[in-house]
């Protein structure tokens, strides 16, 4: 065979796993009939992490997020958006907010959603120090009244109830994730932030909000309960 057929086909074999693997996520998604992305990284480094503004969509069954801000400027916070096909507006699935955790972040961060006709999901899963943070939120309808049948909070493994409280106070002691689950009142019809600005302002208003109104919250970012 002669030179240049070898040629093509070093170059194919080359190029080839390298598109299967950047088209093969939504390649799947468009032929279950739903959506699937990775969430946007905007800014990340060793201290600080933007990361959000992405959402799917599939049958009407929205979701947006995870949305993540970790800055020195206050305490990390993490927060999801669903809007089932019955409902009009769209609704906080969670919010996280995260503690002694800045410039603690060595092995990495990992986000994204995914939604099909059925069932809507997020994961982000952040590495500190020898530990890792993993938080996964799951809701699924049903396929012929399509209203919300069951939703699923996981953090670290642990199953959560959420009509039991959408809020997640996170800490991170040195050695392990401690947490504290919070029914706290959530702004009602948020909208879907566009830009990684609107997302840092959604971000630090929610907790602004959460420590004015809210008890739990108050004490967990109290710079007495820092020091205990």
Not at 10 to 16: A, E, G, K, N, P
Not at 150 to 156: Q, R
Not at 204 to 227: C, G, H
Request: glycine content about 10%; charged content about 25%; some cysteine.
């Amino acid at each position: 065979m002669s030179l240049r057929f070898w040629s093509l086909l070093l170059i194919f074999l080359l190029v080839f796993p390298l598109l299967s693997f950047l088209l093969a996520p939504p390649l799947l998604s468009f032929l279950v009939g739903g959506s699937a992305s990775a969430t946007p990284l905007t800014l990340s480094n060793d201290r600080d992490i933007v990361s959000g503004c992405g959402h799917g969509e599939s049958e009407g069954f929205w979701v947006g997020g995870p949305n993540l801000r970790i800055r020195q400027d206050g305490p990390g916070v993490a927060f999801g958006m669903i809007k089932p096909p019955t409902s009009e507006t769209k609704e906080y699935a969670y919010v996280v907010v995260l503690k002694d955790i800045h410039g603690k972040i060595t092995g990495g961060f990992q986000g994204g959603s995914s939604s099909d006709d059925r069932s809507a999901a997020h994961r982000i899963r952040i590495g500190v120090a020898d530990g890792w943070l993993e938080i996964k939120y799951k809701t699924e309808l049903n396929t012929q009244t399509r209203k919300v049948t069951s939703e699923t909070f996981t953090i670290n493994g642990k199953d959560l109830d959420p009509r039991k409280g959408r809020v997640l106070l996170v800490s991170w002691t040195g050695k392990e994730f401690t947490w504290q689950q919070v029914a706290a009142e959530l702004p009602k019809k948020p909208e879907h932030p566009l830009k990684t600005e609107e997302m840092e302002t959604m971000a630090k208003d929610l907790v602004q909000r959460l420590q004015r109104e809210n008890l739990a919250v108050r004490t967990f970012l109290s710079p007495t309960a820092a020091q205990r």
